[in-house]
């Protein structure tokens, strides 16, 4: 039993508030329309107001906020270093601080603050969706809007099937390559010590075979999945048909008027 | 027994390591499966049993020589996705073929791949994990579950689709005892109850001891077949098939040539323990 | 003693609503050259527990001992330990990763240090105590074999680093019946004439009831039972309550017992439970 199987990608929290039983193409169209107002905005007024719509919608969810502040260390650092590249290398305006050639300036501490800000209300509205979300029903409503892209030939439901099969081979890979490691381990590799270029070299011992252990599996699963006559996306049903219901249209029409208001007011 | 489901006829196959040489996986072989029928099949490993396996549901299609089911020839293009609803698969790793993130939706696929109505699909679903026990796990992710779990999901994946045959191919080899326990029972209560013809493929020969017959394969080639009780009478050299005695068929054969005069089919331990009482 | 124990615990992800109390309390040794069986469900913790012989996991209370000392304590280097108790995983043939089989059997030893014809050497005491012709196998690729050669290349690569236990988790799951006995004579061998210490994890009843010298049950991370098979064994209800079986010449023999036959319930190979039947028929007759 390895302690990692239960730890999933996404960190999915089931629950029953107003946003986990939105239709996850509501919820989907109503997040792109929100990310576009996002990038819209052009004022600290505007992401004041939609920071505060955030927080409404976070606290109706029930979402523990620990559990969703450990969601977003991941983007800690991107969001860290969006903000020094800026204050160091956006010149112009009044100049704040000097050692030798850097210099932080007006301007980069304003689109510094800027850009940080838009990452991070990006982040957590993306997040607060897909924690809301199911795995699957994700994979359902990306299928969904990808529907109208068909006459691109952008394959819809084939990239839906890759993420639900993604979603259901993470913890499974990761139980392997913790095995794997372990093994290798046994045998006096050492994955700990070292410069980077040692470590990096000393990794292959352990990629070579989750390589190989995942073509086997990628394998296997072909074939389980042919003899259970997948033929791709034409005439499939689902057992769960999704039903759009007024919450969902009202949902969308809400994302819609916060997003126009904010943009309007805020331009 | 009742007329054959799925036969083969002068069946052979080759298949090639590395793109050089071709090995003869099957050599001629011709078997028929009869409806209701459980039958295992044993042999030692690149013995063809997998490779025969997948021939049942035209995941592989002859080299030579035809395959039936139900009637329907698997070489021809159009009864394929027919073919692979009335027979069945299940493999040996159970992580490898599960393929949604609930076990509810798992047992859904084949069945959304056949096209069938929502409604319809959810009363099969219901039905399938309620037949394997599994009903109250539905909404459960399947890596959170034990191996013998796994492996019933996997049958019912293969029963919501209401197939005539289910081919098991290993499918305890990876579980401990109790998993082990749990699919046998599954496996039997299929073919006594509902009358599903099982092939079920094997390692350990204390399995086969339910079966209506043994097929013994060896280098693509039916060795020797019969019931349980011929194949296990001590008079079959199983150890030069690669193969083993069951520990009570095996203590049988010792106490007859012992002297002792223990009559044939003797298979359980129940059997032996009357005898001698 | 050799590996020792003392109320080992361990938790999976402490302090998370994931907390799994894998190991309780365990109290339990080896001796040198003993041949040890453990057996357990799936989940009863045996293989978290091994995985503490070698100081793969470190406990999270208690503590192991080898050779008397505290492995966790800063005396024992751990790689020098990992050499010593060696470990061979389930499937171990899914670790292979050399472009060859020399390279690949060479790894453990090389982590140790070993170079030119000594490692040569350990390469092709590995490969010919597994029943592998150094010649024939050295330079082909590992994943060109068969399932039961790689296995067998795997084992060779632990068996060259020359440990003094081989913890073996699973070795024949999967294998075929003659694959099985060719491994576990490979492993007797190793045992009776090396001095090897073995300790088989296993899920096979029949096997090491006839392999082991002394095991150890587990259920739900707790240490239920030890002794020799005979003594494990005669409690049929702890087994059975643990999810396993008794192997099925035990289980006629206390079949037997019970039907007020006198005879042994302590062997498990079909020739003396015959020799003792036999006896117990001829007994009934004069």
Known sequence: ?267 | MNSPIIETIQLSYDYSLDGEKEIRALDNLSLKICEGEYLCLIGPNGSGKSTLARHLNALLLPAAGDVYVDGLLTALEENRWEIRRRVGLVFQNPDNQIVATTVEEDVAFGLENLGIAPPIILQRVAEALELVGLKSLAQHAPHLLSGGQKQRLAIAGVLAMRPRCLVLDEPTAMLDPRGRREVLATIRMLNRQERVTVVHITHFMEETLEADRIIVLDRGRIACSGSPAEIFSGKLDLEALGMDMPPIPALAMALREGGLAVPQGILHVDQLVEFLC | MLIETRDLSFTYMPGTPFQVEALQSVNMTVARGEFIGIIGETGSGKSTLVQHFNGLLKPTGGEIRVEGKNIWAGEINLRTLRSRIAMLFQFPEHQLFEETVFNDVSFGPRNLGLSGSELTERVRFGLESMGLDFDTYRDRSPFQLSGGEKRRVAMAGILAMRPQVVVLDEPTAGMDPAGRRQFLEQVKRLHREEGLTVILVTHNMEEIALLAEKLFVFNRGKLVLQGSPAEVFKSAAVIRDTGLEIPALSELLQRLSEQGKKVRTDLFSVEEAAAEILQLVREDRS
């Not at chain 1, 004022?43 to 719509?53: A, N």
């Not at chain 1, 523990?64 to 991941?74: E, I, Q, S």
């Not at chain 1, 084939?158 to 990761?174: G, V």
């Open chain 1, 1 to 267: 039993m390895s302690g990692m199987r239960s730890i999933t990608l996404g960190h999915y929290l089931p629950g029953n508030s107003l946003l986990h039983r939105l239709d996850p193409r509501a919820k989907l169209v109503g997040l792109l329309i929100l990310i576009a107002a996002l990038f819209l905005i052009r004022t600290f007024s505007g992401f004041f107001y939609f920071g505060l719509f955030f927080l409404i919608a976070f606290i109706s969810s029930r979402l523990p906020w620990r559990y969703f502040l450990r969601g977003l260390k991941p983007v800690l650092y991107i969001v860290i270093f969006t903000l020094i590249l800026h204050f160091l290398f956006t010149k112009g305006g009044r100049v704040f601080w000097r050692f030798g050639v850097l210099t932080i300036e007006e301007n980069g501490v304003y689109l510094g603050s800027f850009m940080t800000l838009r990452l991070i209300l990006l982040v957590v509205t993306t997040l607060l969706v897909t924690l809301t979300t199911s795995p699957i029903a994700f994979a359902d409503g990306i299928e969904f809007l990808l529907r109208p892209l068909r006459i691109f030939r952008v394959p819809g439901h084939e990239i839906a099937m890759m993420m639900t099969i993604a979603l259901r081979f993470i913890p499974t890979l990761m139980e392997e390559s913790d095995k794997i490691r372990k093994a290798q381990m046994a045998r006096g590799a050492d994955f700990e010590s070292g410069n980077i270029f040692r470590r990096a070299r000393n990794l292959v011992p352990l990629l070579v075979p989750l390589f190989v252990s995942a073509f086997r599996r990628a394998d296997d699963l072909a074939v389980a999945m042919e003899s259970r006559c997948y033929r791709g996306g034409e005439n499939r049903t689902k057992m769960r048909q999704r039903q759009i219901t007024g919450l969902d249209y009202l949902g969308v029409f809400t994302a819609c008027g916060i997003a126009l208001a904010i943009v309007l007011t805020g331009v």
